[in-house]
Each structure stands twice: as C-alpha cells, then as structure tokens.
C-alpha cells in the first residue's frame, strides 16, 4: 500500500530533523558536512513541502542558506534601540537578520 501524504509528510520532517541536528553535531569538526546536511533538509522541506520548523529557521541564513551558529559563523549583538532585538550576522555572507525579542519569546516557547 502506498503511504498517505500525512504519512509521507511525518517522514520527510522527521528526517529533516535528524539532519539538522547532525548538521549541529558536526559543525565543528566538520563545517562542510553541516553544510551539506542543511542543504539536504531544505530539499525535503523543498519536495515535501514541509516547513523547517522555526527555531531552526533561525538558525539558517536566508541568503547563503548555511547555518548561523552565534559565535561560529554569526555574530550576535542585542540592541536597546526602539524596540529590544537580536542582530545576527552571517559571518559568510554578511546578512544580516534581526529579530524582535517580543516575537522570540511569542514564537518559540
Ligand atoms: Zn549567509
């Protein structure tokens, strides 16, 4: 029998999940190999069409689709101006994202 697209859809995010957190386990050691776990997630996500799940969206660069580990590949700075919020820095390709502190804590607890 073939599997239901929910079916289907269960797996590929699984998957997707176990990548990234590989891709977590070696950035290290192996920054290419994260690299490429991260790539092969978003083709899941691609395919599938299944979201990447948000704490980790944020820790992809929207530009050069890399993982943006503070202190590693970004730079993170907290800034007062206005509204309290997160600069990240991709430190490979210099995008820069911000991210509302008030959205943070709405969004990932
Ligand atoms: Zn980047």
């Not at 929207?62 to 590693?72: A, E, Q, S």
């Amino acid at each position: 029998m073939k599997a239901g697209k929910a079916e289907v859809k269960r797996i590929a995010r699984e998957r997707i999940s176990i990548l990234l957190n590989q891709a977590l386990k070696v950035y290290r050691d192996y920054p290419w190999l994260a690299d490429r776990y991260v790539d092969l997630a978003r083709r899941l996500s691609m395919r599938y069409k299944v979201r990447i799940p948000k704490p980790w969206r944020l820790l992809i660069c929207r530009k050069c689709k890399r993982l943006m580990i503070p202190g590693f590949s970004a730079r993170v700075r907290v800034r007062q101006r206005r509204e309290p919020h997160i600069v990240f820095t991709c430190l490979r390709c210099g995008r820069v994202k911000r991210i509302l502190l008030r959205r943070v804590g709405k969004g990932l607890t």
